[in-house]
């Protein structure tokens, strides 16, 4: 079992920054790929951004260039330092990672851009 805990949301006005981090424990073995998901009111949950245990990351096009994913193995941790945020990125973001093919998630974190 993983358990995903995930902080650092909030409340923030267009153009302003934001750092997610998402802290892993449990069954640390062979975690692989790690994310952030955004689910938004009323849409689907989307990939904004992944990074493999070798440190491949790969974005949304919506948020390449604003976005930056990274992971400190030693410490668990994979963080998602958001800039120029948008109104469009407000939703509840989610920590994701796949250990032997299962899939955990965390309990979500809220980010709200104002305009």
């Known amino acids: 079992q993983v358990q995903l805990v995930e902080s650092g949301g909030g409340l923030v006005q267009a153009g302003g920054s934001l750092r997610l981090s998402c802290a892993a424990s449990?069954?640390?073995?062979?975690?692989?790929?790690m994310a952030w998901y955004r689910q938004a009111p009323r849409k689907q949950r989307e990939l904004v951004a992944g990074?493999?245990?070798?440190?491949?990351?790969n974005y949304a096009d919506s948020v390449k260039g604003r976005f930056t994913i990274s992971r400190d193995n030693f410490k668990n941790t994979v963080y998602l330092q958001m800039n120029s945020l948008k109104p469009e990125d407000t939703a509840v973001y989610y920590c994701?990672?796949?250990?032997?093919?299962?899939?955990?998630w965390g309990q979500g974190t809220q980010v709200t851009v104002s305009s």
């Open positions: 994701n990672a796949v250990r032997y093919g299962l899939s955990y």
């Open positions: 449990g069954s640390m073995f062979r975690i692989n790929d």
């Open positions: 990074i493999t245990s070798g440190g491949s990351t």
